[in-house]
């Protein structure tokens, strides 16, 4: 089966300028996770999605992050504006009904 | 707050055994998982225990869980170059630790 498919893979933006990755789970997934991984660290929950609706976005920082996930199905997650400490790879992962977690390869964003 | 911890290095001779471990502070974690990274890829599910066992083995991986402790281990049997990789460990709510960078020496 095809994995999880992430893009862009890489983006450089200008701080205070906007963004969007966008995630498009294994069919049939019915839960999305987005996570931000700065270098050095292990991934953080940024949101997680079942299905269209939110589940846990307790560590989303709401002013300037956002993420819908509208026909259940793929995601994007949006920085608007960004700061410099965005700068990190967004991994998205979904899972089945089982315990096994697919992650994408994520997306390296840089903010200068 | 829950916390995941881990030390940050380990490096081994090649055919040694390695063993990474890790603590968790939530100990309603019904699972627990291993999670191995390459450089510039996502991350790899290698493993997952229940909080139920105390011990999972997969070829040539063994899971130990203490759960009195909290404290979960991976060992790696006959470690190989290809091994060489960051490992991280994850509780039921996806809080990582920062990683254990394994280097492999032939």
């Known amino acids: 089966e095809a994995g999880v498919a992430q893009s862009p893979r890489y983006k450089i933006i200008e701080k205070r300028q906007s963004v969007a990755f966008w995630c498009n789970p294994i069919?049939?997934?019915?839960?999305l996770y987005w996570y931000q991984q700065i270098l050095g660290q292990g991934p953080k929950l940024l949101i997680q999605f079942q299905n269209n609706g939110v589940v846990d976005d307790s560590q989303l920082p709401k002013d300037r992050f956002s993420a819908e996930r509208l026909k259940g199905v793929d995601s994007t997650l949006k920085i608007q504006p960004a700061k410099l400490e965005d700068s990190a790879v967004y991994l998205c992962a979904s899972i089945s009904g089982s315990y096994e977690q697919y992650f994408g390869p994520g997306t390296r964003l840089t903010v200068t | 707050g829950e916390d995941v911890e881990q030390s940050l290095f380990l490096s081994v001779r090649e055919g040694d055994s390695s063993v990474i471990n890790c603590t968790y502070t939530?100990?309603?974690?019904?699972?627990l998982y291993w999670y191995k990274q390459e450089p510039g890829a996502g991350l790899q599910l290698l493993t997952y225990i229940f909080s139920n066992m105390d011990m999972k083995q997969d070829q040539r991986l063994t899971v130990l869980l203490n759960k009195k402790d909290k404290h979960l281990s991976l060992r790696i049997a006959d470690t190989q170059t290809g091994d060489s990789a960051i490992y991280f460990c994850a509780d039921n709510d996806m809080r990582f630790g920062a990683g254990t960078r394994l280097t492999v020496k032939p």
């Open positions: 069919s049939g997934h019915a839960t």
């Open positions: 939530d100990s309603s974690s019904t699972y």
